[in-house]
């Protein structure tokens, strides 16, 4: 599986995040702790928001932590909301184009997980995405497929429906064909104001989810507020992450966490 982080908040530098943290989503990418996946280094990919209504992207195939030109952009990028993805392939190939995030418009989407027999189920799964999203499907992963879907299913217009309604079609198709590989995943989804993110699977072993609030080294908090989404917290004090459970979505809106039921 994968690894990834969202933040909102104070405006910072990306290496704050990536970098300057004792269990930043470098070290991650080098060994995970809440993962099956020790090693994550297919790929990374970076979006993050500024004046312009769709996000930046930087995508590689390299490791994220033998990357040069990550580590050199970290230090001059500076935003209020950053999406950070390391890639750990399951399955489709190792390319720019299944790196996450991906983006439409001012939306940007990153996924960890995966959706069962997707060898076996993925015309059946691409058929149902509109003629309008398929012409923005540049690569071969399950995680882009699912973006597709959710869009062409309404996400613009309600994320959580558009979400739920596109992992019920995909449910639906594995259950017909029987399959007992599961549906699995935590994925988050930006608009570039707020953030939607959602723990969900089919054998309830979704990967890890969850929230809080690092050090930033730029700016302190304010009380109550959260600042990140990770896959793993970014340090050992757990006092200030909370899990995320099983069938939940979280959005994040102004420095506030709100936590919801994801029922499909």
């Known amino acids: 599986m994968c690894r990834w982080m969202a933040y909102a908040g104070d405006e910072i530098y990306l290496e704050n995040l990536l970098y300057l943290q004792k269990n930043s989503l470098i070290s991650q990418s080098l060994k995970a702790t809440k993962s099956n996946f020790v090693t994550n280094g297919d790929g990374f990919g970076v979006a993050w928001y500024g004046d312009r209504k769709s996000p930046g992207l930087f995508k590689d195939v390299l490791p994220a932590w033998n990357d040069e030109n990550l580590k050199m952009l970290s230090r001059h990028i500076k935003s209020n909301l950053f999406f950070s993805h390391v890639r750990a392939a399951t399955g489709t190939s190792i ?30 799964i691409e058929s149902l995405i509109s003629k309008e999203f398929y012409a923005y499907r540049y690569g071969t992963t399950d995680s882009e497929a699912l973006f597709l879907l959710a869009l062409t299913l309404g996400l613009m217009d309600d994320p959580i429906k558009g979400m739920s309604l596109a992992l019920q079609k ?27 993110a959602f723990r969900y699977s089919t054998d309830n072993a979704s990967p890890s989810l969850f929230y809080g609030t690092p050090h930033t080294h730029e700016s302190r908090l304010k009380d109550g507020a959260v600042s990140t989404i990770a896959s793993e917290p970014f340090d050992d004090d757990l006092g200030h992450w909370i899990e995320v459970q099983e069938s939940n979505y979280i959005k994040w809106s102004q420095g506030r966490i709100t936590v919801h039921q994801f029922d499909i």
């Open 95 to 124: 390319s720019r184009m299944n790196c996450h995030p991906y983006a439409y418009e001012n939306w940007s989407f990153m996924h960890n997980g995966h959706i069962g027999d997707w060898h076996i189920h993925r015309r059946e």
């Open 170 to 196: 995909v449910q639906k198709i594995l259950e017909s064909h029987r399959s007992v590989d599961p549906l699995r995943l935590t994925a988050a989804l930006s608009d570039g104001k707020s953030i939607w």
